[in-house]
């Protein structure tokens, strides 16, 4: 089993910036990638960004591109998510997931974080 702990959400003014943190602990040897998914009020769960430890290979949704950023500290099994100039539709529970094959459905998922961007 693989534990995903989140940390750095809150509230922040639009324009604004924040950055997430997800540590993983357990089994971490078997994760092969690591992700942000985040469940805005009313709407479906969507994909934000992932990150490949073999290779750093990154990915992004549309919405996010050229604001957020996917970092990692394989050494440390830690995901970071650098949000810059924030939405009010970013707000949104974010979620840190984690899968062991390079595609396919996420394994493990942290508790979620909340991030408030006011207008």
């Known amino acids: 089993q693989v534990q995903l702990d989140e940390s750095g959400g809150g509230l922040v003014q639009a324009g604004g910036s924040l950055r997430l943190s997800c540590a993983a602990s357990?089994?971490?040897?078997?994760?092969?990638?690591m992700g942000w998914f985040r469940q805005g009020p009313g709407k479906e769960r969507e994909f934000v960004a992932a990150?490949?430890?073999?290779?750093?290979?990154?990915y992004y949704a549309d919405s996010v591109k050229g604001r957020f950023t996917i970092s990692g500290d394989n050494a440390k099994n830690t995901v970071f998510l650098q949000m810059n100039n924030l939405k009010p539709e970013d707000t949104a529970v974010y979620y840190c997931?984690?899968?062991?094959?390079?595609?396919?459905?996420?394994?493990?998922w942290g508790q979620g974080n909340q991030v408030t961007v006011s207008s």
């Open positions: 997931a984690a899968r062991k094959s390079p595609s396919g459905q996420y394994d493990y």
């Open positions: 357990g089994r971490t040897f078997s994760t092969f990638t």
């Open positions: 990150i490949r430890w073999s290779g750093g290979l990154t």
